[in-house]
Nanobody, 120 residues
Framework: QVQLVESGGGLVQPGGSLRLSCAAS????????PGWYRQAPGKQRELVAT???????NYADSVKGRFTISRDIAKNTVYLQMNSLKVEDTAVYYC??????????????WGQGTQVTVSS
């Protein structure tokens, strides 16, 4: 069984910072293109950032220059450093990864989500 567990969400004032973490656990052979998505009330889930095994990153235009995605391969953990937060960044943030288990085909896994609220 594989789990993705997020942490680090919370309430922050505009202009503040938060760091999200997502740790994968279980019988894992490989993790591909882990990333972060978010869903605000009444809106569709959207891509925030992804990172490849080689370290290539991709960001939504709305977060470029403010958010940084990184990963610790040895710890099966991906991070999202969020700076200069805006009210419009308020959402539930989800971790996603395409994970291969031994002798199983790769499939997408999602974390349970962590709430980020930006408010004064």
């Amino acid at each position: 069984q594989v789990q993705l567990v997020e942490s680090g969400g919370g309430l922050v004032q505009p202009g503040g910072s938060l760091r999200l973490s997502c740790a994968a656990s279980g019988n894992i052979f490989s993790i591909n293109a882990p990333g972060w998505y978010r869903q605000a009330p009444g809106k569709q889930r959207e891509l925030v950032a992804t990172i490849t095994t080689g370290g290539k990153t991709n960001y939504a235009d709305s977060v470029k220059g403010r958010f940084t995605i990184s990963r610790d391969i040895a710890k099966n953990t991906v991070y999202l450093q969020m700076n200069s937060l805006k009210v419009e960044d308020t959402a539930v943030y989800y971790c996603n990864a395409r994970i291969t288990r031994p002798l199983r085909p790769a499939r997408d896994y999602w974390g349970q989500g962590t709430q980020v609220t930006v408010s004064s």
